[in-house]
């Protein structure tokens, strides 16, 4: 596997992929740990995920840079990713008891009925380059503690973060098998599925990776969990404050190089207010800093690959042909680098790529609608479901139209996010599912019925 410096366009290492000889000790592994750390005491497995999240905070510079280095994340942003892993293992620390204490039932008189929550085994986890510290450990955090363990097969081209998410695990003290990182390419990833050792499989990632995933698991009758790509709906209102408005959108769309599901996407804005907002929006996106990733001062980096940023310009290209309007970017930077600026396209046809694609990247399409109704149809004209953010100073008006909303979340007032305290996953294309919360610890449990009369 080579690392790609997105930055520079230089190579910055050379990793050795693991043998099929590596991949088959590392599922013994998994299998023998298994045994012994599903009896381990749910308190014991909290204190080593507490462990694990001091071990993030100690070293958060250097995962950071790691990152940065991989995938081109701003240096500020990469070192609040690692800061938000070390937040997720200090809340199932805390909670992950609770979320797996039984659930009794109504019952005859003499008899006691519960469910109990017990590990599955080895879970398999395919994961994105995006945010690739954090999705993993939304995964990680809960279902180690339940009593899985993991195995990673990561993005190709993030394998130093791989590597490193593997030691802090190591380093916070877990058993030999607990977490396993795998170094193989995607096309070992149905073998692994099939394989009878692993129990379940979760992928964060494309829809046509998801579908391919989904579908093996589904022949082998196991559970998968599925977060996929997302073209987020951006609903500014009429009465929104379209200051909050337009600087939340323009960080929404653009932050992490707008290389994100849930980013905004599709900024669809009343007509009463659509010129502020999108004078406002334009000057907001104009501000961000683009530039050295590892420069405290930038805002956006470069794109993760030079293919990326490619297919992201095909995208504009093909929607400005069609007779969209770029009113701010809209080319490549000329620079080392996968550089691709914070865009802004305004009249945006009906069926074009960026109106009916999921762009990663720093481009936003924004539209002009007449009213309430049009606004919601038009968030939900789209086969993705991940995200929603709604706008308006009247919060039972926006708690109404989210409920009209269809997507795993809906934030009103507020950019959409992952939690660790609450459910998140996508509807339609954007998957099935939910990780996070207590809802995603019990995702991948066995959820058993025990009767004693």
């Known amino acids: 596997m080579e690392v790609i410096n997105p930055a520079t366009g230089e190579r910055e290492e050379t990793v050795e992929e693991h043998t099929e000889a590596d991949v088959e000790e590392a599922l013994e592994r998994a299998t023998a740990a298994s045994e012994e750390w599903r009896d381990r005491p749910i308190r014991e497995r909290e204190e080593l995920l507490a462990a694990a ?71 398999l986890a395919v994961m994105p380059w995006n945010f690739p510290f954090w999705q993993v450990f939304r995964f990680a955090a809960p279902h180690l ?88 709906p951006f609903v500014v209102l009429d ?7 337009a600087e939340a959108g323009a960080w929404a769309r653009n932050q992490n190089g707008g290389q994100s599901c849930i980013a905004g996407k599709r900024f669809l804005v009343h007509t009463d207010v659509y010129d502020e907002f999108l004078d406002r929006f334009v000057d907001e ?3 961000l800093t683009v530039g050295d990733p590892l420069d405290e001062e930038t805002d956006v980096g470069p794109q993760a690959r030079a293919d990326l940023m490619s297919e992201l310009h095909e995208q504009v290209e093909a929607s400005t042909e069609a007779g969209a309007e770029v009113l701010t970017g809209g080319e490549p930077i000329d620079h080392d680098g996968a550089y691709y600026p914070p865009t802004v396209l305004a009249d945006v046809p009906e069926g074009c790529p960026v109106d009916s694609e999921e762009t990663f990247g720093p481009v936003a399409a924004v539209y002009e609608i007449d009213d309430e109704d049009a606004l919601i149809a038009k968030a939900n004209d789209t086969e993705f479901g991940l995200g929603a953010s709604v706008w308006t100073d009247d919060r039972e008006r926006g708690r109404r139209l989210a409920r009209d909303i269809d997507a795993g979340c809906v934030y009103v007032n507020q950019l959409v996010t992952s939690d660790p305290r609450v459910p998140f996953g996508g509807v339609g294309d954007s998957g099935y599912g939910r990780e996070l919360a207590r809802e995603g610890m019990l995702e991948f449990v066995n959820r058993k019925t025990v009767w004693v009369e």
């Open 53 to 123: 999240g001091d071990v993030l905070r100690e070293n958060k510079r250097e995962y950071a840079e790691t990152m940065t280095r991989e995938m081109g994340k701003p240096i500020s942003q990469s070192i609040a990713e690692i800061e938000k892993c070390a937040w997720v293992c200090d809340h199932y620390a805390e909670h992950s008891s609770a979320y797996l204490s039984a659930d009794g039932h109504p019952s005859p008189p003499g008899s006691a009925v519960e469910t109990v929550y017990e590990p599955l085994g080895p879970i």
């Open 145 to 232: 503690t339940s009593g899985n363990v993991g195995l990673l097969k990561h993005a190709s081209n993030v394998p130093g973060c791989a590597q490193a998410i593997e030691d802090v695990f190591r380093e916070a003290g877990y058993p030999e098998g607990v977490f396993q990182t795998l170094l193989i390419p995607s096309d070992l990833v149905d073998d692994l599925i099939a394989d009878e050792r692993v129990k379940a499989t979760t992928v964060t990632g494309s829809g046509p990776a998801g579908r391919a995933v989904a579908s093996t698991a589904g022949d082998h009758l196991k559970k998968s969990v599925l977060e996929l790509g997302g073209s987020d």
């Open 239 to 245: 009465d929104a404050d379209i200051e909050d408005a």
């Open 285 to 287: 996106v104009e501000a």
